[in-house]
């Protein structure tokens, strides 16, 4: 197999060490983005911390003297509280409009140890990898032989690395390798929203310690205008990653749209999914066409196509176990990622031991837990200088806040939204109706797939109204319903 560092579309990972490079600005040439090169410090660069050598944790028992025997944990019990925690309030509408409200839905999993020892995990349960299906198939088992799992889902995985590291007075890091950080590079994330919404998300990342946020860059808003705006309410290092969930469509729409954008904004720091993945030879022309670094999402048959050189790194989601296979896999390749486990402050905990211990874990996590109102913690993990401190306590090294199970506590029929109907207006007056909802199963995402529209136009806008009693709505959603969208020239 090709060495990949030989990729003249790759050549920046020879020009650094891994913990260095996230991706730099082109190299001057008639292929714009077909040298790439580390960039000096500052300069759209983020330095993760590392530690050369990890000491034994001082909190680990003498397993030789006795005092601790794997093979003797047994798990003795598992509940689960089914909880409800709102977004915040700022941008609850907005979170609805996509039904990422639906993510409030938390199952919390509590594991308790024969030895009295107590694990703790999470599954968001409209947005996981896996649900937990089966929690009391594990009682009498060995966590140490069930916590590599992935099919266990999400919480009750969690649960058991966390009881197994109390088990053991470890942190979760140490049962899933050696360290090479302590602070790990993390990032605030928001959905869709207007472009004066996103300032004010902008706004408050900078006050709770983050450096850089990941925004959904959608054709029904003013992308122009989003950037404009943070990129003005920012400070100069503030880096912005900018996610296409595909809609980009085809590299000769990407391309004069990215180099655009970031010929214009210095802060735009990474292309996520601008096209289709499975498109190489496009994925391959966007990368040497501009100089932001691009991320698709993490698959063991992309992988294997790294030589057709679609990207320059992944984005890594998953089960423990997956995560940490595509994580190594991607080192093997010399290409970074960040990890994108969503969740509360419990999943916030894994993903900071997680990428303690990946080498490539070098691009800003996404965890999303800036969007709840609580975090579900007693201690919140304090983001500083866009760097989260890795909990060195055992297991996950983090407290659950037993006053929430009671406080947020599901009633059952939150996830209900009344109709509604969404529009997408442009500057020229063309005005298109959607139903309820702009989620990634609704007539809004397979219209804009189907590029009848710009996949970029400035003064685009889009808003929602409440159906109520009026009965122009009620027939208005009626009729767009029913077709799935409704075309109405200015």
Not at 88 to 93: D, F, G, N, S, V
Not at 222 to 239: G, H, K, Q
Not at 247 to 269: G, Y
Not at 397 to 422: N, T, Y
Request: one cysteine or more; hydrophobic letters at 40%; a negative charge.
């Amino acid at each position: 197999m090709r060495d990949p560092s030989q990729d003249p579309c790759r050549s920046w990972m020879a020009a650094g060490p891994p913990g260095d490079v996230r991706g730099g600005r082109a190299a001057a040439g008639s292929c714009r983005g077909l040298i790439r090169i580390a960039v000096p410090s500052g300069t759209r660069h983020r330095s993760v911390p590392t530690v050369p050598k990890i000491r034994p944790h001082p909190l680990a028992h003498d397993v030789h003297a006795g005092t601790f025997h794997m093979n003797q944990s047994r798990i003795a019990s598992v509940e689960t509280h089914l909880l409800w925690v709102p977004t915040r309030q700022a941008i609850r509408r907005e979170m609805e409009r996509a039904l990422i409200h639906a993510w409030s839905e938390v199952e919390v999993t509590i594991v308790e140890l024969e030895s009295g020892v107590i694990g703790t995990g999470e599954t968001i349960q409209n947005y996981t990898w896996g649900r937990s299906v089966d929690h009391q198939a594990v009682v009498g088992g060995n966590p140490f032989e069930l916590m590599w799992q992935d099919r266990l889902g999400a919480g009750l995985q969690m649960a058991l690395l966390d009881a197994a590291g109390k088990e053991a007075g470890v942190p979760v890091s140490r049962l899933l390798g050696e360290p090479c950080r302590t602070h790990c590079p993390v990032s605030h994330w928001g959905h869709d929203m207007p472009p004066e919404l996103y300032r004010q998300e902008a706004l408050w990342a900078i006050e709770h310690g983050y450096t850089s946020m990941k925004i959904k860059t959608r054709p029904w808003f003013d992308v122009v205008e989003t950037l404009d705006l943070i990129s003005d309410a920012t400070p100069d290092t503030f880096e912005i990653d900018t996610d296409w969930n595909d809609f980009l469509l085809s590299a000769p729409r990407a391309i004069p749209v990215l180099r655009h954008l970031e010929d214009r904004f210095s802060k735009m720091a990474l292309v996520e999914g601008p096209i289709p993945a499975a498109d190489s030879s496009g994925n391959k022309a966007i990368r040497c066409a501009i100089a932001c670094p691009v991320a698709h999402h993490y698959s063991d048959e992309l992988a294997l196509r790294i030589d057709h050189g679609g990207c320059d790194g992944y984005v890594m989601a998953g089960g423990v176990s997956a995560v940490m296979r595509g994580g190594h896999a991607a080192a093997a390749y010399g290409q970074p990622f960040f990890l994108q486990m969503v969740g509360t402050g419990l999943t916030a905990a894994l993903a900071a031991h997680i990428g303690s211990v990946l080498s490539h874990a070098q691009w800003p996590a996404i965890t999303c837990t800036g969007i709840y109102e609580h975090d579900l913690l007693t201690d919140s993990l304090e983001v500083r200088h866009g760097l989260v401190t890795v909990p060195d306590g055992p297991g996950l090294g983090v407290d659950l806040d037993r006053e929430a199970l009671s406080r947020f506590k599901a009633r059952g029929d939150e996830i209900d939204l009344p109709p509604r109907i969404v529009t997408y207006r442009q500057p020229d007056g063309l005005t298109v109706h959607f139903a309820n909802n702009s989620h990634n199963s609704s007539a809004v995402w397979a219209f804009f797939r189907r590029g009848t529209l710009p996949v970029l136009m400035p003064g685009v806008t889009t808003t929602m109204v409440d159906v109520g009693d009026d009965p122009e709505l009620v027939e208005l959603h009626r009729r767009v319903s029913a077709a799935g969208y409704l075309i109405e020239s200015g």
